[in-house]
């Protein structure tokens, strides 16, 4: 799950890269690294770090480097080391790659390199490429073909650029399983992981297909398909592009600054789909398949990490409004899984990025069962977005912070509009979801400006080990996603249960140093909870309880409390979510740690 980037032009080559890596870093941050080449000859820098550190570096150099690659890296196989950092080269350093995925058969490539003689630096699975394509150049004397040869041997996913001084006005690609771009300014192209790197350069892109290979030069772009043997057109498309707020602004980081992002983003993703004194719902993105949804009888929610959770929610939204038999599975879990599908079946996937890997490949399982294929995806233009038959755009704007926030509640908002959409009745629980979907903004406005009292809450329990979360109902997925946030933002061990399972073992784990964060707002269930707690306190175990304004009696029985304003149940999971993203965001920063880049973690996890 790393970013890649390259330019070709006229200009200063370094300058493009760097910008697009800065972009790309959400796909990790553990190195990066830069091939450039020119006239002048080759420069090659690589630093363990962030982008800064290697543009930091570059500023040493006076050259602008007209044809270069780069590359921002999340370890899979090999330490964080300047040696497996990217760009990987031969021997004779004349062919250099960038790679993000993994290369599955590269021991098998690398003991057939071994015994013709190569040697190797790194301890990755990237470094086979640039010396098989020597060793095919070799052979045929033409790097076109030695770069084709070798991505026809390659086994697992990828996404590569290589550039070479045998060619030096070429930059060879190659697709399979790992998203890339082509963008177009006149005689300059920029080559990306994905559009948002390069979008501020171009919105004139070319998306490139599985099995893809292309070479851009001076010439224009060429793209062949392996898979067709064919050459495919390298007809461009204009993206739509709307100018991001990118700044933090007052904030000191972007996680807090979703966090605050969010009353906006619900009234986008509500804005032209609600009507609330008619009752209805309109979503242009399913207009096209509506038919097809009046006949499913199973709908599978697939998604991974956070995404997951706000499935969790739509689950229970789009059974109790829609009554359709919904469940949610891991993607990567789903697309092992041998379970019967039948055509009256919809897959939604959910997923902000578009890109992971797992999502990605759990709807190409579903392909041959003809299945409809919807998406809830943030990322415009993204590949879910593109292979999913139709779909809901979430628009909660670039989400940069490695902990999902404000893109999990706009899944949420999105799946309650589904819901309704698929509600055959137009009865009162619908007009009640819409309305109260219309007051959330103001909801949310009242929790931010309550984070003063989360902060306090936060700070006094931000030593403890570990901490346990539990919730009923709609609020069970809230506890899942609660204690997913403090271990991902906070390294403090959380678990998630549903609080009627206290009894079948987590139980066993409370005592005085063991806290537990009790979702106990108003619902059908509040009693059962309450009981929870109390079993809780009798093992003696640090009560914080998410309640209800109002509602004295749930504060009374804790150790402390955070109020969320009243809601229906149903959208009660949007308001508890965002104080406990508050409470582990100030946990985190309590503790100092980085909140927007968290370790071993990447924005976007582009392999299995
Ligand atoms: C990573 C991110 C999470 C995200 C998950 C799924 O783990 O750090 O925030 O929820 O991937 O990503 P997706 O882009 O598919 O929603």
Redesign the pocket.
């Known amino acids: 799950m790393c970013g890649i980037v390259g330019y070709l032009g006229k200009k200063d080559g370094i300058k493009s890269v760097l910008l697009g890596l800065k972009e790309l870093e959400y796909r990790g941050y553990d190195s990066a690294g830069i091939a450039a080449i020119d006239i002048e000859g080759i420069l090659i820098d690589k630093k363990v770090g962030r982008v800064s550190k290697l543009e930091k570096s570059l500023k040493k150099s006076s050259n602008k480097y007209s044809l270069a690659i780069g590359h921002t890296r999340w370890a899979t196989h090999g330490k964080p080391t300047e040696a497996n950092a990217h760009p990987h080269f031969n021997t004779s350093k004349n062919i250099f790659v960038v790679h993000n995925g993994i290369i599955e058969n590269y021991q098998e490539i690398k003991d057939l390199l071994i015994k013709n003689g190569y040697k190797f630096e790194s301890e990755t699975d990237t470094e086979v490429v640039p010396h098989l394509i020597d060793y095919y150049y070799n052979k045929t004397n033409n790097l076109e073909k030695a770069f084709e040869l070798t991505i026809k041997d390659l086994q697992g996913a990828y996404a590569i650029e290589m550039i070479s001084t045998l060619s030096p006005r070429n930059i060879y690609i190659a697709r399979l399983g790992s998203p890339l771009v082509i963008g177009n300014k006149n005689k300059e192209y920029f080559i990306a992981s994905d559009p948002t790197a390069i979008i501020e350069q171009t919105n004139k892109v070319r998306f490139l297909e599985d099995y893809d290979i292309a070479i851009v030069s001076d010439k224009g772009l060429k793209v062949k398909n392996l898979r067709s043997n064919k050459d495919s057109k390298s007809n461009f498309e204009l993206l739509e592009y709307v100018s991001e707020e990118s700044s933090l602004g007052k904030f000191p980081n972007f996680m807090l600054k979703e966090i605050h992002d969010i009353p906006k983003t619900i009234e986008t993703a509500l804005k032209g789909r609600i009507n609330v004194s008619k009752g209805t719902v309109k979503l242009g993105g399913l207009d096209s398949v509506i038919k097809q949804l009046e006949h499913i009888d199973r709908i599978i929610i697939i ?5 997951y959770y706000a499935g969790l929610v739509g689950e229970y939204l789009i059974e109790e409004i829609a009554g359709i038999p919904t469940e949610v599975q891991l993607a990567s879990e789903f697309k092992y899984r041998n379970e019967p599908i039948s055509r009256s079946t919809v897959v939604i996937a959910v ?6 890997a797992d ?1 990605i490949a759990a709807l190409k399982k579903v392909e041959e069962y003809g299945v409809l294929r919807l998406g809830v995806v943030n990322s415009i233009g993204s590949s879910i977005a593109r292979m999913t038959d139709a779909g809901v755009y979430c628009h909660a704007g670039a989400e940069k912070a ?3 926030t404000k ?1 999990f509640v706009a899944q949420t908002t999105v799946l309650a509009l589904i819901a309704l959409r698929l509600s055959k009745s137009k009865g009162l629980l619908n007009k009640k979801v819409i309305k109260e979907l219309d007051k959330l903004p103001k909801l949310v406005e009242e929790i931010l400006d309550s984070s003063d009292k989360i902060k306090t809450v936060a700070n006094k329990y931000k030593n403890n080990k570990d901490f346990l979360y539990i919730g009923r109902g709609y609020n069970y997925p809230s506890a899942l996603e609660g204690a997913l946030k403090l271990k991902e933002i906070s390294y403090i061990h959380a678990e998630g249960y549903a609080a009627g399972e206290m009894k079948h073992g987590p139980l066993a784990l409370i005592d005085e140093s063991f806290p537990t964060m009790a979702i106990a707002t108003d619902s059908r269930l509040l009693d059962k909870v309450k009981s929870n707690i109390e079993e809780i306190k009798a093992r003696k175990g640090p009560i914080i309880t998410i309640s209800t304004k109002g509602n004295r009696n749930i504060s009374k029985l804790s150790d402390d409390n955070i109020f969320i304003p009243s809601t229906i149940e149903q959208l009660q999971p949007i308001l508890v979510c965002v104080s406990l993203h508050l409470f582990s965001y100030y946990v985190a920063e309590g503790l100092g740690r980085d909140v927007d880049k968290p370790r071993n ?5 582009t392999v299995e």
């Not at 998604?303 to 995404?307: D, F, I, N, V």
């Open positions: 998604a991974c990490g956070t995404s997923s902000q990025s578009g890109e992971t999502t490695v902990a999902s893109a973690l990447a924005k976007s996890v």
